[in-house]
């Protein structure tokens, strides 16, 4: 990364990066897991998502990551994924927004939140560049540092695949 910011070619491999490792994990989920895996996908950008993001940017201004984010990717659906991960598309956030603004964070410009778990915590990105769990399933209560990047981001979200991935973690 050039000066901490996210480069969209890092973005662009990881996104191939990350097919490759579900394309790996899903055919064994079920007998790993013991239930039937949900759709696990990256979905790349769009004609109609660039729309959505440009939507966004002129509702409220959004951190520079969180535009490059979606000028290469819509949304981030992976279930089966640790407690699962959820990067929303530009769309949603937009409606998020409406209804409930920016999230507050002592020492930190108001963050935008852009994803959220299976278990209803949320991640929010900072103007700092640095990403924010939500402690409980609630925009209003404590948010705790989750990343120093949103590129660290998409690299805890890179080992959580990998631990799941048999040839990686061991398993059969």
């Not at 000066?3 to 990066?17: I, M, S």
């Not at 055919?27 to 109609?48: H, L, M």
């Not at 969180?66 to 769309?91: K, Q, R």
């Not at 769990?133 to 979200?157: H, I, P, Y």
């Amino acid at each position: 990364m050039t000066d901490g910011r996210l480069e969209a070619e890092w973005l662009r491999g990881w996104c191939e990066r990350t097919d490759v490792a579900l394309a790996e994990l899903m055919p064994s989920f079920q007998a790993r897991f013991g239930f039937e895996p949900g759709s696990n996908v990256v979905v790349r950008a769009s004609d109609g998502s660039h729309r959505a993001t440009g939507a966004l940017v002129e509702l409220t201004p959004i951190p520079s990551d969180l535009t490059t984010m979606y000028w290469m990717i819509d949304e981030v659906s992976l279930p089966d994924i640790g407690n699962g991960c959820f990067v929303h598309p530009a769309s949603l956030v937009a409606d998020h927004f409406r209804a409930y603004g920016s999230v507050r964070i002592d020492g930190e410009e108001p963050a935008l939140v852009f994803a959220g778990d299976g278990g209803g915590h949320l991640f929010a990105l900072a103007g700092s560049g640095r990403v924010w769990r939500s402690a409980t399933a609630s925009w209003f209560d404590q948010f705790d540092l989750a990343a120093a990047s949103l590129q660290e981001f998409f690299q805890g979200v890179s080992r959580q695949i990998d631990d799941q991935r048999p040839e990686l973690s061991g398993g059969t």
